[in-house]
């Protein structure tokens, strides 16, 4: 397996990759913002609506690859504002189907948190659905749970669902 931070022009390069990744996720079920039905058209303008930010540098990118196949991502969102230069926020931890419970959301997050850590970002925070598969990698990694919200969001087929919040603190 190979981990990437990959740019602008590696995300274009694989942006249907990225398109079917995101449709199976919510497919599955998981809550991600969107609701079905959701099409290639609706997922490949959401890859390119982070282009922007990837570029001005306030978000990675981290994708892994099996014999170069895209099987899973997350983003590392770095906060902006001059008093939180320290936090960094978690997004869209996507694993394909056929490849999950094989390590690869664990390798991705302990990507995430070595970049992390190059950029001096001490604080990590990210929201996941209840009872989920990542709530379970989360608390394996030593995540903090920091509180759940009742009825935060609704899944992809319009039920209620709540959130957890954790935190993770990076040591330098």
């Known amino acids: 397996m190979r981990i990437a931070v990959i740019d602008q022009a590696e995300a274009t390069a694989q942006i249907d990759a990225l398109a079917g990744l995101l449709m199976q996720s919510i497919e599955d079920g998981a809550l991600v913002g969107f609701v079905l039905p959701f099409d290639a058209e609706q997922a490949r303008s959401y890859w390119q609506g982070i282009f922007p930010s990837q570029v001005a540098g306030e978000r990675l990118l981290i994708c892994a690859y099996l014999e170069d196949n895209l099987v899973g991502t997350v983003q590392l969102y770095l906060s902006p504002e001059p008093n939180a230069l320290h936090r960094a926020e978690v997004y869209m931890l996507l694993v394909h189907r ?19 850590r190059k950029r001096k ?14 709530e379970r990698l989360y608390r394996r990694m030593n995540w903090r749970q920091v509180g759940v919200v009742p009825h935060h969001s609704v899944d992809p087929f319009g039920k209620p669902r709540a959130s957890i919040y954790f935190m993770k603190h990076l040591a330098p």
Do not use: H
């Open 121 to 134: 970002r001490s604080l990590l925070l990210l929201d996941t659905a209840e009872g989920g598969a990542s």
């Open 98 to 116: 056929d490849f999950r419970r094989q390590g690869i959301g664990s390798a991705l997050m302990a990507s995430l948190e070595d970049e992390a």
